[in-house]
């Protein structure tokens, strides 16, 4: 029998590898600590702190399209109802002078994310799929919707704002400035990722894998797949409550914006450029599109188009996001086998990067004439200054564009070649690719 | 109050058949791809903006003809090139796909013809009203499109009852892999079938842009409400869009022209909590709700009716 039990059983993990894993903890909670003593200007607190929120939001996703499987695309609803129960909190015990400091108030939005999620949860789980996406969508329009309407409880167009700074005071701090904020998010941050990893190694966690995978074997080994994704349902509207709570105490402002399709899709966006497949996947996608939307911004007016050209590559070319791409190459990196692939990408980058300039100055040309027609031809876009209207940019970047395309074909070709080559490599070592 | 019933019916039948030229296409590509396109709107967009681009060249009648086989075109490349590559990674990849596109192709609509309506007029030949009802004159143009979206509805009609292609398509509403099975060239078919979906959508926003606004939010705006007519009328089935097409446009039309409250009608009887925050819903009127009527729809059939009206697949 205890034989039997040890072969099903996956082993303990040794003491080793416990206290690696704990190390990891550790070191995160250092290294936020730390974070301020080597960015300590005002604009960089402010980064890291939106990087905070989109990290708890975007973890909070997951739980519904990585862990089970659920297409979500009204997500921010329970973001942004969570951020305007919180403004409306503070508020009150502001005038009333409850004795509730602001670091518990995050927990408020929580419980209100936890609250409608329970509510609208129940009928939107009963299918997944394209179904469930559907309804997601109509739900995210009915409350967004429902609240320009009720404009005394949201505010209208304006939004309702609070002042954080008239709660009761924690050690003498009163949450006016950046830094005192960043530290309150990062804790919560902190906590809420190791809950959210918690939750994963659950056997809820587990269970929620399994209907992502495979529901009718669930239901033949006697759960109601129904029943588990109402239950991540809920979970996930508690962490996106709790990152709306956390982006309503950093701006001290909740609008209609906090519940819209743009909100939505930029956690979708996130999420999945990250990485869906693995748990620090979401992690990576907060902190990329975070930068890249404050980056991009500064460098060219349509960094939205660039923003959605680059999820479509990554739907197209790299399902599994950045995360997966990199996990893609461990096995490589354990048996040695990397060197294989390494030229052929050096190889292929070099007209895959043509393309994407030649790409880049035929979009930003077509601006230049379609959005402000009229305007000096020189141009400044991504730092670079050219000329519009010259007819060589428009040879060089129709050259880049082709050339680049046809040459990057063969490119990366050869690059699948060297990887299939890299892989059997790989297996011969005994090594799972 | 006749008067009120027979021009939202009219109206309301009207936006029906434009919403059905949408859904049909949306629910046709559903059923044999399985995969529902996030960027039908788009296309519906598309063909506003390239039916008034080419009016402003050549005039309407050529736009209204070459702009869908425009948007056609370039939805069978989308297809072809996008969807077909994506296919592998499954379901949600192709979802993602075309929200993506959506996304993509709103910014680029935005960067040629700006974030303000453009000037896309009615053209001249139907710019006077058809008949006088009561004291309202009713635009021919909008008998126009009435006509229109009714002979495009015939002649989907005739080509999916009556001809080869149509059987196929209807074959493979019901039975996707046994098509295959059979040995009919499915990529091919299902880059028709996605070229003329979105050619139908072009067609709608062809003739939907000079009545209503022309503006590169107006994918965002209906793109929803035709995810609500294919949910309700039930994913996968045509009489079902139909039938949740007329529905809602009809609703929706209804509720606009109707300007009732609770507290119009229960005035006199006003509890003392109707002054709190509850003021916004005792005060608004149904005209002002009526964007979320179609919404509310769709929960009220998910929880009553989760197939949809006509459905019969539980996908």
Known sequence: MSEFASTVAPP?????????????????????????????????????????????????????????????FGH???????????????????ADKLPIPLPVVPLIGGLTGLLFAALLGWVSTQRSGTAFAMISLGVAELIASSALILRTFFGGEAGVSANRTKLLKLFGWNFGPQIQIYYLVAAWTLIAVIAMYALTRTPL?????????????????????????????????????????????????????????????????????????????????????????????????????????IFIVVVLFAPG????????????????????????????????LAMITGLVLAIETIVHYTVNPGDDSHIKAFGVNFDAASPYIWAMSVILLIGGYLAARKTWTWVGHAWDSATSATREKGIAA | MLELIVISTLNGVLFGMLLFLMAS??????????????????????????????????????????????AGAIGAGVERFGLRRVHRNGHVAELLFTFGLAFVIEEVAQ???????????????????????????????????????????VGLLIVLKKTRIGLIVQAALTHPHMVG????????????????????????????????????????????ILFVVVVVGGLGSLPGAFVASLLIGLVQTFAVSMNGS??????????????????????????????????????LILIFRPMGLLGTRDT
Not at chain 1, 328 to 349: C, E, F
Not at chain 2, 31 to 53: K, T
Not at chain 2, 268 to 295: C, K, N
Request: charged share 5%; hydrophobic share 55%.
């Open chain 1, 12 to 72: 303990l993990p040794a003491t080793t590898e416990k206290l690696k894993f704990y190390l990891i903890w550790v070191v995160a909670a250092v290294a936020l600590l730390l974070l301020p003593n080597i960015f300590s200007s005002g604009g960089s607190l402010t980064t890291f702190s939106l990087i905070g929120i989109s990290i708890v939001f975007s973890l909070s996703y997951n739980i519904l399209l990585g862990q089970t499987g659920m297409l979500s």
């Open chain 2, 262 to 299: 609770l507290s119009g009608a229960f005035g006199p009887l006003s509890p003392a909590y109707a002054s709190t925050w509850l003021a916004d819903i005792w005060g608004v009127t149904v005209a002002q709700i009526a964007p979320i009527v179609p919404y509310v729809l769709l929960v």
């Open chain 1, 76 to 94: 921010a609803v329970y973001y942004g109802l969570g951020g305007f129960l919180v403004i409306h909190a503070i508020n009150i015990i502001g």
């Open chain 2, 111 to 153: 960067i040629i013809w700006g974030k303000s309506p453009v000037d896309f007029r009615i053209p001249s030949l139907l710019d006077f009203s058809a008949f006088t009802i009561f004291s309202t004159n009713y635009p021919a143009y909008k008998m126009f499109m009435l006509l229109v979206s009714i002979a495009i509805f």
């Open chain 2, 181 to 224: 099975h059979l040995g009919h060239n499915v990529g091919r078919i299902f880059m028709l079938v996605f070229g003329v979906g979105t050619a139908l959508a072009a067609v709608a926003g062809v003739i939907a842009g000079p009545a209503l606004v022309t503006q590169s939010n107006m994918a965002g705006l209906l793109g929803p």
């Open chain 1, 205 to 309: 966690g587990r269970m929620c894998n399994a209907v992502r995978d495979n529901p009718e074997r669930v239901q033949f080994v006697g759960y109601n797949p129904h029943v588990v994704r109402y239950l991540a349902f809920c979970f996930s509207g508690f962490f996106a409550g709790i990152a709306g709570a956390l982006a309503a105490i950093n701006f001290e402002i909740a609008n209609s914006a906090y519940l819209g399709a743009v909100q939505s899709g930029t956690v979708l966006f996130a999420t999945y450029i990250g990485g869906i497949g693995f748990f620090i996947g979401p992690i990576v996608g907060a902190i990329f599109v975070t930068f890249l939307s404050l980056g991009l911004s500064d460098l060219t007016p349509v960094w939205q188009l660039y923003f959605g050209l």
């Open chain 1, 321 to 352: 996001g950045i995360t997966g791409l990199l996990m893609m190459h461990r096995p490589l990196l354990k048996a040695g086998t990397l060197t294989k692939v390494l030229p052929s990408y050096l190889i292929a980058l070099v007209p895959t």
């Open chain 2, 25 to 70: 296409g949306l629910t046709v590509i559903f059923s044999m791809l399985g995969v529902l396109n996030f960027a039908h709107a788009s296309f519906y967009m598309l063909g506003a903006f390239f039916g008034f681009q080419i009016s402003r060249w050549f005039g309407f009648w050529p736009a209204l003809l070459i702009a869908p086989l425009l």
